[in-house]
């Protein structure tokens, strides 16, 4: 009798707590990766300038899911293809590589749109943990490997975000 009674508290525990499930990722869609990104552009400019030094066609991870998941499911990236990663405020972030196939520049931006970091993020050795990357920022930029130099993109640059994701003055 014990064990039906045992049997019956967890199949009860187990059906409050896919329950919960449900309504946590009914009422936050974005709990769960979706497969589908929206694009905009990222136009990066010379702080001096004003020249344009690149713009990016990005996809837009602007849910935890999709920020989770990032690049790692990307086999590679076009010479002016990325990925933005747009948070709900501007903090202290670390980035890592998990899953990733081919090494990145990531580029954090403050919600004015300055540069504050760049990383140029190899891939971690066999059987390594990724190293974290960290740096201050609302947005982060992740463009192919060494795209900051090849662009002579440096900290303290400008960062215009096409859409209504971030900043476009200046």
Known sequence: MADRTRLAALAVAVVILLAIGFVAVASNPGLLPTGEYERTTVTVVDNDSGEQLAAVDVRVADSTAKRYTGLSETESLGADEGMLFVHDSEDEYEYVMRGMSFPIDI???????????????ELPADGADSPRYSGRGRYVLEAPYEYTDDHNITVGDRVRIAGDWGPTAE
Request: proline share 0%; aromatic share 6%; hydrophobic share 45%.
């Open 107 to 121: 580029v954090f931006v403050d919600s004015d749109g300055r540069i504050t970091a760049i990383h140029h993020a």
